[in-house]
C-alpha cells in the first residue's frame, strides 16, 4: 500500500499558510520533506506536523525553538504507541487471546 504524498502547493492552499512559514519550518529542521522535481513533498504525518506546527505559533505563541521541542515529543510518543501495539500484537498472537490494554476489571 503505498502512503499519499501531498505536494508542497496543496499542503499550501489547504492550510492557507504562504510558502516563507515551510522556510522557516526546514530551516530549524522542524519539518524534512523529500522533493520531487524540485517540489516539496510531505507525508500524511509531515502534514500533521505542519498544521501541529502552524497552530502552535499562530494560535499560542510558542516560539519556532518551543515548536520543535513539541513536535519531537509528540514524535517521540508516536513512536511510543506504535511499539506498544507491537508488544501488544505480539502477546495477542503467542497468548491467543485479545488484549485490549484496558485496566478496567469490571
Given at each position: 500500500?503505498?502512503?499519499?504524498?501531498?505536494?508542497?502547493?496543496?499542503?499550501?492552499?489547504?492550510?492557507?499558510?504562504?510558502?516563507?512559514?515551510?522556510?522557516?519550518l526546514?530551516e530549524?529542521?522542524i519539518?524534512a520533506?523529500?522533493r520531487?522535481?524540485g517540489?516539496?513533498?510531505?507525508?500524511?504525518e509531515?502534514?500533521e506536523?505542519v498544521?501541529f506546527?502552524?497552530?502552535?505559533?499562530r494560535?499560542?505563541?510558542?516560539?519556532?525553538?518551543?515548536?520543535?521541542?513539541?513536535?519531537?515529543?509528540?514524535?517521540r510518543m508516536?513512536?511510543?504507541?506504535?511499539q506498544?501495539?507491537e508488544?501488544f500484537?505480539?502477546i495477542r498472537?503467542?497468548?491467543?487471546?485479545?488484549?485490549?490494554?484496558d485496566?478496567?476489571?469490571?
Amino acid at each position: 500500500m503505498q502512503k499519499r504524498l501531498i505536494s508542497e502547493s496543496e499542503l499550501l492552499k489547504a492550510l492557507k499558510i504562504r510558502r516563507e512559514i515551510l522556510d522557516v519550518l526546514e530551516e530549524e529542521d522542524i519539518v524534512a520533506p523529500r522533493r520531487r522535481r524540485g517540489e516539496r513533498i510531505y507525508s500524511a504525518e509531515q502534514l500533521e506536523d505542519v498544521i501541529f506546527a502552524v497552530d502552535l505559533h499562530r494560535e499560542m505563541g510558542v516560539n519556532w525553538a518551543g515548536v520543535e521541542v513539541a513536535l519531537n515529543m509528540r514524535r517521540r510518543m508516536r513512536q511510543m504507541s506504535r511499539q506498544m501495539e507491537e508488544v501488544f500484537d505480539h502477546i495477542r498472537k503467542h497468548l491467543g487471546c485479545e488484549f485490549s490494554g484496558d485496566d478496567s476489571t469490571e
